[in-house]
């Protein structure tokens, strides 16, 4: 089972990867606003469950695994984004409020909810 914290890593790491399809501890570490240490554990962490390439000091990049986890990350905060747009969320706010729970919500859930509004917009 991957962690909210790996999440946010895989999730991170495709949001900085540049055009040759590769990104770099010391950007992650920028972008996510923690050291380089901190980043070079998690990139070992997530290179051993084969969630991405690490190469120390080098190029990150996601295996196809990592890209499977990052499509379903996506995935479930768009799901999240509909429900809330559906329950009159100010739209400036939608984003933060899914961040601050879409890993905290189980697949099984968030599949039941994406069924429930794919219901509602045939109605």
């Keep these: 089972m991957i962690s909210a914290k790996q999440e946010k890593y895989l999730v991170e790491i495709y949001a900085n990867l540049n055009e040759d399809g590769f990104t770099r501890v010391s950007q992650l570490a920028k972008s996510l606003d923690v050291s380089v240490p901190s980043v070079s554990k998690m990139a070992r962490k997530l290179k051993e469950e084969g969630?991405?390439?690490?190469?120390?000091?080098?190029?990150?990049?996601?295996?196809?695994?990592?890209?499977?986890?990052?499509?379903?990350?996506?995935?479930?905060?768009?799901v999240l984004a509909?429900?809330?747009q559906l329950i009159e969320v100010e739209e400036d706010s939608i984003k933060e409020e899914v961040n601050k729970i879409e890993s905290y919500?189980?697949?099984?859930?968030?599949?039941?909810?994406?069924?429930?509004?794919?219901?509602?917009?045939?109605?």
């Excluded at 690490?54 to 905060?77: A, D, W």
């Excluded at 919500?105 to 045939?122: A, G």
């Design 105 to 123: 919500i189980s697949h099984e859930v968030i599949k039941k909810l994406d069924n429930f509004l794919s219901k509602r917009k045939l109605s």
């Design 51 to 78: 969630f991405i390439e690490f190469q120390r000091y080098g190029m990150i990049t996601l295996t196809p695994k990592g890209n499977e986890i990052v499509k379903q990350v996506r995935s479930n905060h768009d």
């Design 82 to 84: 509909r429900f809330f």
